[in-house]
Antibody, heavy 120, light 110 residues
């Protein structure tokens, strides 16, 4: 059973880049045949998909965030990462790393989530 | 405004049945598989159903799903207080080339 754990700063200053890492355990990130994803939840709001990437292929990003987002995979560390540039207070949210089934149609593993606050 | 429309809230008594709808379009629900997620406060979301109506291991058969045209439905029977949570539908949107979630439905078990 694949398990995911987010890590990264809980506080980021406006205009800076938010960087989070997700460590995958219980399986190899390159053999799991999954799409690796980031999803967030603003305080009191619903789930918002940020994007996902296949370890050796294409990446897909939410259209409103596409210009600011990069999701990458580091197979040597069994990790994948999120970079979100030019953040504002509107990017304050709980960020979840997640893994989609190889079909790309369901999220079958989730991290516990990490709160990131954007504030000076 | 979410691409997929869910009722903000539903409620029912313990032991009863509740239905949560998820309405979309031909670019998402109409032509792609839908999955459903349960999100308990303070926990990570959990996959409830995939491919419209398939249950992952460990999900009781009280949870079931269906599709009609461009809408999907989650049914929960034999409601328990532990079912109180937010429920989300999700699918791929071929027009946006992006995954989309519904706005979420808060279930209250009275």
């Amino acid at each position: 059973q694949v398990q995911l754990q987010e890590s990264g700063p809980g506080l980021v200053k406006p205009s800076q880049t938010l960087s989070l890492t997700c460590t995958v355990s219980g399986g190899s990130i390159s053999s799991a045949e999954k799409y690796w994803s980031w999803i967030r939840q603003h305080p009191g709001k619903g789930l918002e998909w940020i994007g996902y990437t296949y370890y050796r292929g294409r990446s897909y990003y939410s259209p409103p965030l596409k210009s600011r987002v990069n999701i990458s995979v580091d197979t040597s560390k069994n990790q994948f990462s999120l970079e979100l540039s030019s953040v504002t207070a509107a990017d304050t949210a709980v960020y979840y790393c997640a893994g989609y089934d190889s079909s790309g149609y369901e999220v079958d593993c989730w991290g516990q989530g990490t709160l990131v606050t954007v504030s000076s | 405004q979410s691409v997929l429309t869910q009722p903000p809230s539903v409620s029912a008594a313990p032991g009863q049945k509740v239905t949560i709808s998820c309405s979309g379009s031909s670019s998402n629900i109409g032509n792609n598989y839908v999955s459903w997620y349960q999100h308990l406060p303070g926990a990570a979301p959990k996959l409830l159903l995939y491919d419209w109506n398939k249950r992952p291991s460990g999900i009781p058969d009280r949870f079931s799903g269906s599709k009609s045209g461009t809408s999907a439905t989650l049914d929960i029977t034999g409601l328990q207080t532990g079912d109180e949570a937010d429920y989300y539908c999700g699918t791929w949107d071929s027009g946006l080339s992006a995954w989309v979630f519904g706005g979420g439905t808060k279930l209250t078990v009275l």
